[in-house]
């Protein structure tokens, strides 16, 4: 569980080169954990208190207060906070052509997607000044366009020169091609089948190496990175519930609502509203 506040914005202006997409802040409970799910523009996250571990492809972060962590776009994702000292962060959602550029200059890239910090605070004010703009309108988006700027000048001026060393370890080239084919096929809901057939493998075969690697069949691995990335719009955008049945590869809002109420506890209008009031208890 975590406690939270989030503000997402669809611009209506038209900002390609770099836009604002979400922003918030999170407290979490002891191993509270956000995936495997992708996300469609890079989030930049900043832990202010306690740690945790980020694992993206074969790469896996533990990072702690005074770090951050970048998630790219299109790759799936999981992130756990620690069971003793459960982290707290702000995040930032960022998008356009302009991005990778930014990082890379930064040198937050692929093979190096976490960094060392000098100090926070500022992180902190900057968000929290960024949820206050949730009004429509060219003024508030123009308001986001230039926390935009700030946050990633703000980054510039206070990553520490230094390298983190990252555990890193090797994964089963047929695994890795399965959870990159799961993650850029999510609304295809790809099957055992599907998948060993694209791999020139037999299904049992492929969901052996597949459990001993990640520790979970495929079906159950599909079916929760398709119910997080579904919480995760919930929460993080205004698309509505159909919509997102589509986009995460369900049938139709009836199989979906069904799915999320069981995995979740709670149909997917609850869980938003639900969710949309977790600020309060700050």
């Not at 492809?57 to 790219?72: A, I, S, T």
């Not at 190496?209 to 990335?229: A, H, P």
């Not at 698309?239 to 109420?261: D, H, P, R, Y």
């Amino acid at each position: 569980m975590e406690h939270s506040l989030t503000l997402v914005k669809s611009m209506q202006f038209g900002q390609e080169d770099c836009f604002f997409a979400f922003c918030g802040y999170s407290k979490t409970e002891a191993h509270h954990s956000f995936g495997p799910a992708v996300r469609d523009v890079y989030v930049i996250h900043i832990v202010l208190a306690g740690q945790g571990t980020y694992s993206v492809g074969n790469q896996r972060y533990d990072l702690q207060e005074g770090q951050g962590f970048v998630v790219p776009p299109g790759q799936s994702v999981f992130y756990q906070a620690d069971g003793e000292e459960p982290w707290s962060y702000v995040w930032m959602g960022l998008g356009g052509h302009l991005l990778t550029r930014y990082l890379q200059d930064l040198g937050l890239q692929s093979g190096q997607l976490s960094f060392e910090l000098t100090s926070l605070q500022e992180f902190k004010a900057l968000v929290f000044e960024s949820l206050a703009y949730e009004g429509s309108g060219i003024t508030a988006e123009l308001a986001l366009q230039r926390q935009v700027y700030r946050f990633l000048e703000l980054l510039s001026q206070r990553l520490k020169q230094t390298s983190l060393i990252t555990e890193s370890r090797r994964v089963n080239p047929y695994v890795q091609q399965v959870l990159e084919l799961l993650s850029s096929h999510l609304p295809e809901s790809l099957s055992v089948q599907d998948l060993a057939q694209k791999l020139a493998l037999h299904p049992s075969y492929l969901s052996r190496l597949f459990k001993d690697e990640v520790g979970k069949g495929i079906k159950e691995y599909s079916n929760d990175l398709r119910l997080n990335m579904a919480a995760d719009l919930l929460t993080s955008s205004q698309l509505s519930v159909e919509e997102i049945a589509s986009k995460t590869g369900f049938a139709g809002t009836q199989s979906f609502s069904k799915a999320f109420k069981k995995a979740r506890g709670q149909s997917p209008l609850n869980f938003r509203k639900a969710s949309s009031h977790l600020g309060q208890e700050l």
